[in-house]
């Protein structure tokens, strides 16, 4: 079945600082979102991105579906983007998202 | 307006004991998901309803079981509490094409269980 990795598991950065999140998937899928999971647990929602490149703000994000990974770039990081960030796939055909197992974010003032 | 709701928040019972969950999706919505999320972060698809019918289904032991009402709502309920049942669970929901859709979801707050 399909396999989600996230990587780094985990990251450590200087507020102010530059990041990217990585997400690779191991078969095609047709829907791919991000997540943030804030230190009080809620699931936010980042982008719905099962191709090509968005921007919101400080974020963006790009999935190169045929290359099967999709990247989270944070730029001028803050304090308040600390938490984890979950990637979820899903194949064609398909009800069933998998979830990546995390990039554990923290930002330091 | 809150889009997706979970009821209750927080939820502290005795092992052996039988609870519910309720989730209620005010976005006009036709699939709800529940998932759970273990102690280590690990998110897991359970149960999916799409039009109030079953669509997935998940290793789940029988004692978890979904019902839904309407195309809004989404229960779950447990029997006979585990203390491994103790876990934060969200409900979730999208809006589907045919023929499985590309409907992005949307999640509750979640509702952390604790078994004692």
């Known amino acids: 079945g399909i396999q989600v990795e996230q990587s780094p598991p985990d990251l450590i950065l200087q507020e102010g600082a530059n990041s990217t999140l990585r997400c690779n998937f191991s078969d095609s899928v047709n829907n791919l979102q991000w997540f943030h999971q804030n230190p009080w647990g809620q699931l936010i929602n980042l982008f719905y991105i099962p191709s090509g490149t968005k921007q919101n703000g400080r974020l963006s994000a790009t999935t190169v579906a045929t290359e099967r990974y999709s990247l989270l770039y944070i730029s001028s990081s803050q304090t308040t983007d600390s938490g984890v960030y979950f990637c979820?796939?899903?194949?064609?055909?398909?009800?069933?998202?998998?979830f990546g197992t995390g990039t554990r974010l923290k930002v330091l003032a | 307006d809150t889009a997706v709701s979970q009821t209750p928040k927080y939820l502290v019972t005795q092992m052996g004991n039988d609870k519910s969950i309720k989730c209620e999706q005010n976005?006009?919505?036709?699939?709800m998901y529940w998932y759970k999320q273990d102690s280590k972060k690990f998110l897991k698809i359970m149960f999916s309803?799409?039009?109030?019918?079953?669509?997935i289904n998940e290793t789940v032991p029988n004692r978890f079981s979904p019902k839904s009402p309407d195309k809004a709502h989404l229960n779950l309920h447990i029997n006979s509490l585990e203390l491994g049942d103790s876990a934060v669970y969200f409900c979730?929901?999208?809006?589907?094409?045919?023929?499985?859709?590309?409907?992005?979801?949307?999640f509750g707050p979640g509702t952390r269980l604790t078994v004692l």
């Open positions: 979820a796939v899903r194949y064609s055909g398909t009800y069933k998202y998998i």
């Open positions: 976005l006009g919505h036709d699939t």
């Open positions: 309803y799409n039009n109030k019918e079953l669509i």
């Open positions: 979730a929901s999208s809006q589907e094409g045919t023929a499985g859709g590309v409907g992005e979801q949307f």
